[in-house]
């Protein structure tokens, strides 16, 4: 079992920038995908950006594509989510994780963070 903790959430005006952290509590990574997905309220579960083991794979929803950037440093045991020209409509708590493919569904991950609101005003 991997308990994924996401931080770096908070208020942010439009166009302002935000970068989320997540990392895995007692344990390494190991071979494992990350993602990152999104939840507004009233919505469905988003998918928003995706990384392979290597780094070598990148995945992004097409409305953040230009806008928000996942790396991922191994050797820190860490993933990020670098969030630029933030719009109102990004509005929705982040969750990350971890699975055996680099994938763009949900269904396709099988550790979960608690998430971490991200609100982004007008």
């Known amino acids: 079992q991997m308990q994924l903790v996401e931080s770096g959430g908070g208020l942010v005006q439009a166009g302002g920038s935000l970068r989320l952290s997540c990392a895995p509590s007692?344990?390494?990574?190991?071979?494992?995908?990350m993602g990152w997905f999104r939840q507004a309220p009233g919505k469905g579960r988003e998918f928003v950006a995706a990384i392979s083991w290597s780094g070598s794979v990148t995945k992004y929803q097409d409305s953040v594509k230009d806008r928000f950037t996942i790396s991922r440093d191994n050797a820190d045991n860490t993933v990020y989510l670098q969030m630029n020209s933030l719009k109102p409509e990004d509005t929705a708590v982040y969750y990350c994780?971890?699975?055996?493919?680099?994938?763009?569904?949900?269904?396709?991950?099988?550790?979960w963070g608690q998430g971490t609101q991200v609100t982004v005003s007008s």
């Open positions: 994780a971890a699975g055996s493919v680099t994938s763009m569904s949900w269904r396709n991950y099988d550790y």
């Open positions: 007692g344990r390494t990574f190991g071979s494992y995908s």
